[in-house]
Every structure is written in C-alpha cells, then in structure tokens.
C-alpha cells in the first residue's frame, strides 16, 4: 500500500486559518488606531483654524469699538439700563461690519455677552456708572457654529 500523504515542510507550508485570523485582527486593529489618529488631527486642525480667525476678528473688533465706534455715555440715574444699552449699541455696531467678518462665518457669532461695566473712583469696574469716570469694559467673545466659546477679550473704551 502506497500512502499519498504529502508531507510539506518549510516555506511552502502555507498559513493556517488562526494565523490568517490573527493577521486580519492586527490590520484591523492598525486600521482603526490610524483611522482615530486621523480624526483628531483633523480635529485639532479645525480648532486650531477657528482659534486663529477669531482671534483675528477679536484684534479687529477691538480696533473697531476703540478708535471707530462713537463714544457713549452712560445715565448715572439708570446704571443697569445703560449697561444694557451700550451693550447692544456696541453689539449692533460691531456686528454691522462685514469688513472685520472672517470669510464664511457669521455676524452673530461675535457677542458682548455681558452688560458694559463702568470704571469706579478707585479704579475696579462694576454695574454703578458714575458721572465723573469715562471708563468702559466691554467684554466680546466669538464662539463655533455649535456655540462654545472660542475667544474672549476685554477691552475698555475711554472718550
């Protein structure tokens, strides 16, 4: 009897099924770990993009409201209600200039989201508008498209 029993060693032995599947798990794994890596460069990238135009567009609208926009004066007899009004007069003035804008982004991302504070005798700012100090804060801030603050600065306008 003749047995037909190959018996091949060496280099032409070929894979077995777990090794095959132990290969495809690793490409798989390399795959998925360069893929992450891929998302968070392009992430970062974005963020970093999105940084550098808003602080782009915060050194202009700061240049804006301080040597362009008209002063205002406070009411010292309604202190909050001009607070609030100069908030949204700067607001409206900055937001009506396209030229600072950066391409593709939109006015109403740039913000003065609080109320102007005004200087006090001893120098600190708070809501209590005096007559006799010609000092404003303002606080502007950009955010993304999905809302988060990405910038904020503040700047104080004088006469």
Known sequence: MVSHRSSVS????????????????????????LMTSLRTSVVASRQARDSAQAQ??????????VNDVDWNDCDPTD????????RSTYQSELRSLSTIIPAAWSADRLDIPVAVEFAGASGAYGPTCLATEDRQK??????????????TVQVVKVP
């Open 79 to 86: 202190s909050a209600g001009s607070a609030e009004s100069l």
């Open 10 to 33: 060496g280099p032409d032995r070929g894979l077995s099924l777990v090794e095959l599947l132990v290969a495809i798990s690793l490409i798989g794994i390399v795959g998925v770990a």
């Open 56 to 65: 782009e567009w915060l050194q202009s609208a700061t240049e804006v409201l």
């Open 138 to 151: 303002i606080t502007i801030q950009v955010t993304n498209t999905a809302g988060d603050i990405i910038e």
